[in-house]
């Protein structure tokens, strides 16, 4: 069982908007500005797409977006693509021993 | 440009020593600030934290396996290595190494190598 919640699965259709919820403590989450996104293909390296909760690397599309409120982080993507249908992980700095933390993922469909 | 590339053995028996070479291109882990993790993911599930080194030699572990873990680097190969002892089936999994940032988050990624546990 992953520290960090995430829903199994979202779904949308292209050009809409979805949002993926990452629910922790205040261990994690709610305690740090140290959560990030990470997008992953079947087979390949996930990819880094918000860090800092709020902050998108160089080449991101910004239809990616990120949010916390409480011990709840969000990835927000717009626009729907058919590209974007991934697994999708939130990860957190935590102040427990074990130092981060990973979500269980979430499998977005793009219908 | 940054890259990191993971090597070791494809399959390894129960019990057995597992040993993992990150070879690290783009940047140096002599370099003040620098650190690197390593990641697993057993197949179908979620990504796991494994280990962190720094540029320092300052060393963290899963909380869950820090017994079995060692992290270490070489710094004239520009290399961090990952051993893990008495491996089990349930240790089956692709291990990602990556290079981590001060904010907590993975920049870059190696391609993974997918270590199999069996007799």
């Known amino acids: 069982q992953s520290a960090l919640t995430q829903p199994a699965s979202a779904s949308a259709s292209p050009g809409q908007s979805i949002t993926i919820s990452c629910t922790g403590t205040?261990?994690?989450?709610?305690?740090?500005?140290?959560v990030s996104w990470y997008q992953q293909y079947p087979g390949k390296a996930p990819k880094l797409m918000i860090y800092?909760?709020?902050y998108r690397p160089s080449g991101v599309s910004n239809r990616f977006s990120g949010s916390k409120s409480g011990n709840t982080a969000s990835l927000t993507i717009s626009g729907l693509q058919a590209e974007d249908e991934a697994d999708y992980y939130c990860?957190?700095?935590?102040?427990?021993?074990?130092?981060?933390?990973f979500g269980g993922g979430t499998k977005l469909t793009v219908l | 440009q940054v890259t990191l590339k993971e090597s070791g053995p494809a399959l390894v028996k129960p019990t057995q020593t597992l040993t993992l070479t990150c070879s690290l291109s783009?940047?140096?882990?002599?370099?003040?600030?620098?650190?690197v993790s390593w990641i697993r993911q057993p197949p179908g599930k979620a990504l796991e934290w494994l280990a962190r080194?720094?540029?320092?030699?300052?060393?963290f572990y899963s909380t869950s396996l820090k017994t079995r873990l060692t992290i270490s680097k070489d710094t004239s190969k520009n290399q961090v290595v990952l051993t893990m002892t008495n491996v089990d089936p349930v240790d089956t999994a692709t291990y990602y190494c990556?290079?981590?940032?001060?904010?907590?988050?993975?920049?870059?990624w190696g391609q993974g190598i997918l270590v199999t546990v069996s007799s």
């Open positions: 990556a290079r981590i940032k001060w904010g907590y988050y993975f920049d870059n």
């Open positions: 783009g940047f140096s882990l002599s370099t003040s600030g620098m650190r």
């Open positions: 205040s261990s994690d989450v709610g305690g740090y500005n140290y």
């Open positions: 800092e909760v709020t």
């Open positions: 080194i720094d540029w320092d030699d300052d060393k």
């Open positions: 990860s957190s700095y935590t102040s427990t021993s074990t130092l981060v933390v």
